[in-house]
């Protein structure tokens, strides 16, 4: 994991950092004896900047590349005509259009990714999916953008030492979930000839194309692969192998991908010694940065902790 940390009560070597970190930028304030602090991280893809201002800062923004979501902890951040307090999560910019804005004394997080993650996300299909708005569509969905950007942040690129970022597959993971999480909490539009496509793709939904991708699946497990990637391996659509899972396997293919990577990990708990194997290490490598989720997922489908697979041999 890439990290870098900026602390400077000068104005020019902030507003140069952050050009360099973000987008060409013009920035004023007051820092007086207050400083500006950033924390980076960043990893496959992935990126991770926790902001403080303990001033009120003005910007003006040339065009993002990335799509960049900001979740407020303290003060307040805006951008344009939006003005978001603690608690809050939106879009700063859409990609490709200068903003601009300020910051009032702000503790804040940014989590960032590439744009065509969204396209790997969609169901639509490349080029199909473009953001419309930048605020959440309502009170819960802000909620669960808010939580997502504080679990990327604490779990799976934290400031402290941690191994989740060593784990390709935790770190491509928790970035298809915050793309499809960030679909479904922001507003965006929907492909014209869905009409069109769904019935293409319901025809392309017949058992063959589940056999393929089952077989994908069990080969490819250990990669860092998603819906983009399983359903260009059997050459249909995202949603047409959807329908596929659905109508011949009652589930989705990423449930039978975290599936195949539990049985995975089961597997290699079995066969490590206690003395020298690890949950921790073991639910890692196969992709589940969250603990509690793993252990809770792992009794679910073998009836005890895996903790207890682990002790079984000593």
Known sequence: METAVFDSDDL????????RAFTPMTISGRPENARARVDHRTEGGLTVDELSFGYTMSYDAGPLD???LVSVNEGVHTSGDEVCGPGETFLVAHPGRPYRGEVREADYTIVSFAPSHLQRTAAEGPG???LTGTRPVDAEANRVLHATVAYVRDTVLPAHASATADHPLVVGTALRHLAAVTLTCLPHTDRPDA???????SRDGHPDTLRRALAFIEDNAARDIGLAEIAAAVC???RALQYAFARHAD??????????RLDRAHAD???AEPSRGSVTNIALRWGFAHQGRFAAHYREAYGRAPAETLRQLS
């Open 251 to 260: 589930t989705t293919p990423l449930r039978h991908l975290r599936r195949v």
């Open 236 to 238: 249909v659509t995202p």
């Open 66 to 68: 990335r799509l960049c």
């Open 12 to 19: 020019q070597a902030t507003e140069e950092y952050l050009s």
């Open 269 to 271: 708990l079995l066969a």
């Open 128 to 130: 199909a999916v473009r």
């Open 195 to 201: 009409g069109q496509q769904a019935r293409t793709d």
